[in-house]
């Protein structure tokens, strides 16, 4: 396990779930924002059709709390946190009982820096069922916006299209003279005149 | 049409104002931020990757998906997008940059919101088309949503269909947002697709 290398954002992480397709897969989730269970299980319910499994979270304490969590949902996403507390005779137990632990869907384990740092150094074989799936996780805006050049773009095109400069817009829409196409309700909004759609 | 019809304009203007109307009032509740409707549009476009309906990457909705403010007035008026303009439809259907239905359609959108306040918001004007750079089985279909005032909509065609040309404008329900798009998306095609599926 190498924690930090491939970044992710949750609504990609929540699409690599539920694409899954291989019995017993693992991932893990580097974060030290352990309340992102919650956040990943709702993306996740988003996603999946009414034919998949809920996802389920389960909060541990201990290897035994892990092993009870395993065996209660055999089936379908787990998402696993606390496992962040995990001593060094829990991750040791894992990985020597690591049988207990298989699933035939995908489960994700919520960890820090220091429990992945563990998870490869103390459970080795446990670690290589999770192999590359280990991803840090990044905020990203949630809902981008356009950049400068494609704003510009747009613009060209909507030029190109009605024949008109920008003045020659925001002067038809301010005498009340602008056709209503909705093309123009975009091209004032990205000028800066969206007053101008409702006056 | 009723007498009441038979006034200054035309008995088809008025007909046709009484249908915008109707059609204007039956929207149903919309989210209530810019953001919670990005939301909602990113996610059935990602259920339409899972469902082979578009080609696209899951990657790259974000990149075509965008929300805009205008500059001059934040956070009251916003742009949603989606994929480029394409008023030549003569792109390459290349998922990378544009959404592109499994049977080659391209799909690209636009919508003007207004946030009223912090708790609705408003859609003033969208723009939904999939169109065929094959111009097979049809050049395009699009669904639009004039901005309100003077103009067509008194004609009763604030909201409209273009089927295939940009001249002519059939009547229109006024479409929620999602609406619109699940009809660009897994609709517009030849019943005998409809039928296989």
């Known amino acids: ?199 | 049409l009723s007498p009441e019809d038979a006034g200054s304009e035309s008995p088809l203007t008025a007909a046709l104002r009484r249908l915008q109307h109707r059609l204007l009032v039956a929207t149903s509740a919309l989210p209530v931020t810019p953001q919670g409707l990005y939301e909602q549009v990113r996610v059935l476009l990602v259920r339409a990757i899972r469902e082979e309906v578009l080609q696209n990457g899951m990657y790259e909705v974000k990149k075509l998906l965008r929300l805009t403010p205008d500059p001059e007035h934040g956070r009251s008026y916003w742009v949603l997008t989606g994929g480029p303009i394409d008023f030549r439809r003569t792109a390459e259907p290349d998922p990378a940059t544009r959404f592109v239905r499994t049977d080659g359609g391209i799909i690209h959108f636009h919508m003007a919101l207004r946030e009223c306040d912090a708790r609705s918001i408003e859609v003033l004007a969208y723009g939904f088309e999939v169109y065929f750079p094959s111009r097979d089985p049809i050049a395009f279909v699009r669904f639009d949503l004039n901005f309100g005032g003077h103009g067509n909509d008194e004609a009763g065609l604030r909201s409209h269909l273009h089927p295939g040309n940009d001249d002519l404008q059939l009547p229109s329900p006024v479409l929620e947002p999602l609406e619109a798009l699940l009809l660009v998306l897994y609709g517009c095609r030849p019943q005998r697709e409809v039928a296989r599926s």
């Open chain 1, 1 to 199: 396990v190498s924690a930090g290398e491939a970044v992710i954002t949750l609504d990609e992480l929540a699409f690599r779930v539920v694409e899954s397709a291989d019995p017993n897969a693992w991932m893990v989730l580097v974060t030290d924002q352990q309340s992102v269970a919650s956040s990943l299980h709702a993306e996740i319910e988003r996603l999946r059709s009414p034919e998949e499994a809920p996802p389920v979270v389960e909060t541990i304490s201990s290897a035994g709390t892990l092993f009870q969590a395993v065996h209660a949902h055999p089936r379908g996403t787990l998402i696993v946190v606390g496992a962040v507390a995990f001593s060094v005779d829990d991750w040791r137990s894992l990985d020597a009982n690591r049988t207990r632990l298989m699933r035939a869907d995908m489960t994700v384990l919520i960890l820090d820096d220091i429990s992945a740092g563990r998870l490869e150094n103390l459970a080795p074989n446990l670690a290589s069922w999770v192999g590359g799936q280990v991803w840090r996780l990044v905020d990203d805006a949630a809902a981008p916006a356009l950049s400068p050049s494609e704003i510009d773009q747009r613009l060209a095109a909507l030029r190109a299209w009605a024949g008109r400069g920008d003045a020659e817009v925001i002067q038809l829409a301010e005498t009340g003279q602008l056709p209503r196409d909705p093309e123009y309700a975009e091209w004032l909004t990205l000028l800066g005149r969206g007053d101008l759609l409702v006056s």
